[in-house]
């Protein structure tokens, strides 16, 4: 231990006189391997080694670079850098995720723009001769000096077109057409003036051999096509389905059965309707949907029923309640039915086009009426005066008036703005309401082209199927906001606001409404096949039936009957509910 305090004593000595001393008083004996390392090395004659300089001057070649380095990413420098040092070369390793894109320099968001001091209009010349013609000025090369060298991008086109521009290559305007010289003015006969012809003009338009013989083809398919549709009334034929038309008296079927337990002869109502309960019988013969149904007039002993498969059929609605006869004379989807006052005649309307009068009890077809457009609705006038004439909403948005003895359309009403969709007698059938695909109630006087009432409201809806209530009050409209509306029938035709009906769903689709005949309650189809019951007081539903698996299209209350309902479907069935 006292060997290294005194190796430190002397280390430090030379430096300072007062260690000096105190190492002359010291009397200890110095061990002088350790102090070897302090001493300077003694010179052998085998081996000598330099003294080594541990920070040497070294002779530079170039200027090293001084000074802070700036981060090219920098957006912002807090100092006044000098020029070199803001544009000195980037150091440092490149970035490997760059792409070639990315580590290109860029002043701006679509890559280096070079400033270069460009007039407005030039710039803009440059740039659309660029964009049209794919070469434009380099705007680097001195303009006074020019070269094929001077332009950028497609420099074959520069040759090709002496460089011109956009604006300088524009074609010039060509001469005016002459025309023939006008005459002069004062000569009424021969001026021509402004209407003069051109010299150049052509005056035939006659087509070339070869046109021709395209135009004459596309003539003769078009007729040929005409032809199929407008020459398609299809032939009528009817099928009996009951062993004998006449019974032992020589009654047909039309005559009205006295033994069914009901007075159907008679005038009155009943007195008190009930709610039908239950399905006491199914129609079926139809193949498709079933799109209307109409009892016989006044006691309803049958009921004629139309289809998507182009047929009709007429059914018993009581005893055996047998399918009678079936009329088939359309080729397409039969779309509404209607008798006359006495039942021996209907009306049938088809997407066919045709309108055709019927005679119930032979099945034969009388006659065939149409204009070539298809009808939605046909009525009979009701009058006993008129049953010659009868009227149909056609899909051209007019209501066509026949006269069925003459076949001749005798009146057009021609107001509406959409296909029509209903038409109802009201006021002791002097008068009648029509319902459009306008969204529109219009009121006409029989026989005048004008309508003298017209309903629309912002609010109201398309109302595809209205019925009249047994007192001729009122009329019932399915509304396609999925509510029945009613509007009174007599001078006013004012919406009762009081009576709304609503709680089934019916958007879509004409579902029929009907009243029971003591004007207690209203039923309606809906578009899931149920068959709703409201109460006309106070406008409760009261009763819902699952009545068909398709949509209900329509319901019937019988007129002489407290509780039956006849419905029919787009599944094809007709059902009887009592």
Request: aromatic share 10%.
């Amino acid at each position: 231990m006292s060997a290294t305090i005194a190796s430190l004593v002397s280390y430090g000595s030379g430096s300072d006189s007062e260690n000096e001393s105190e190492s002359n008083t010291s009397p200890e004996k110095v061990d002088p391997d350790a102090m070897a390392h302090l001493k300077p090395l003694q010179s052998r004659p085998t081996m000598s080694l330099a003294v080594l300089d541990s920070a040497p001057e070294v002779a530079v070649k170039e200027a090293v670079e001084t000074g802070t380095h700036l981060d090219p990413s920098l957006k912002e420098v807090n100092y006044n850098p000098t020029y070199e040092t803001m544009f000195a070369p980037e150091f440092g390793p490149v970035n490997p995720y760059k792409s070639q894109q990315m580590a290109a320099p860029r002043n701006m968001l679509s890559g280096y723009a070079e400033a270069a001091h460009v007039n407005d209009f030039m710039f803009e010349q440059q740039r659309r001769t660029f964009s049209t013609y794919g070469y434009a000025l380099d705007p680097s090369v001195d303009t006074s000096q020019l070269s094929c060298n001077s332009y950028i991008g497609a420099v074959d086109e520069a040759e090709k077109n002496k460089g011109l521009t956009v604006f300088e290559a524009g074609s010039k305007k060509s001469e005016k057409r002459k025309k023939v010289k006008g005459g002069d003015a004062g000569e009424i006969d021969n001026f021509l003036g402004p209407w003069a012809k051109y010299t150049d003009e052509k005056d035939g338009a006659k087509p070339s051999e070869e046109e021709q013989k395209e135009l004459d083809e596309i003539t003769a398919k078009r007729q040929k096509k005409g032809r199929n549709e407008e020459d398609a009334p299809a032939e009528e034929k009817t099928i009996l389905h009951v062993k004998d038309m006449y019974d032992y008296q020589g009654r047909s079927y039309l005559h009205i059965p006295q033994d069914v337990g009901i007075n159907l002869r008679t005038v009155d109502i009943p007195d008190k309707c009930y709610l039908p309960k239950k399905q006491i019988h199914v129609w079926s013969g139809h193949t498709k949907g079933v799109s209307a149904i109409r009892l016989f007039p006044a006691s309803g002993h049958l009921l004629l029923s139309c289809s998507m498969d182009c047929k009709i059929k007429l059914w018993e609605v009581y005893n055996e309640r047998r399918c009678i006869r079936t009329f088939i004379g359309h080729s397409k989807a039969v779309r509404d039915i209607c008798f006359n006052n006495t039942g021996t005649q209907f009306l049938s309307a088809a997407y066919d086009r045709y309108i055709k009068l019927w005679d119930t009890e032979t099945g034969k077809c009388i006659s065939p009426f149409t204009n070539r457009k298809v009808p939605y609705c046909v009525k009979f006038n009701p009058d006993e005066d008129k049953q010659n004439l009868f009227v149909a909403g056609m899909s051209d948005k007019k209501i066509v008036q026949w006269d069925v003895r003459t076949g001749e359309v005798v009146q057009e009403y021609d107001r509406h703005l959409g296909a029509v969709n209903t038409i109802t007698f009201v006021d002791e059938n002097r008068r009648f309401v029509s319902t459009s695909d306008d969204k529109s109630l219009r009121v006409w006087e029989w026989d005048i082209p004008v309508d003298f009432k017209y309903i629309a409201e912002p609010s109201m809806h398309s109302m595809p199927a209205v019925t009249l209530s047994p007192n001729g009050k009122w009329l019932a409209c399915q509304s396609m906001d999925n509510q029945i509306l009613i509007f009174g029938a007599q001078n006013r035709f004012r919406l009762n606001k009081k009576k709304i009906f609503k709680g089934h769903m019916v958007a879509g689709y004409a579902c029929q409404v009907d009243f029971s005949p003591d004007m207690s309650y209203v039923v309606s189809g809906d578009a899931d096949g149920k068959l709703n019951i409201w109460d006309w007081k106070t406008t409760k539903l009261y009763h819902r039936i699952k009545a068909h698996d398709k949509v209900c299209i329509s319901a019937l209350w019988h007129p002489h009957e407290t509780s039956k309902v006849i419905t029919c479907g787009w599944d094809g069935q007709i059902k009887l509910w009592d």
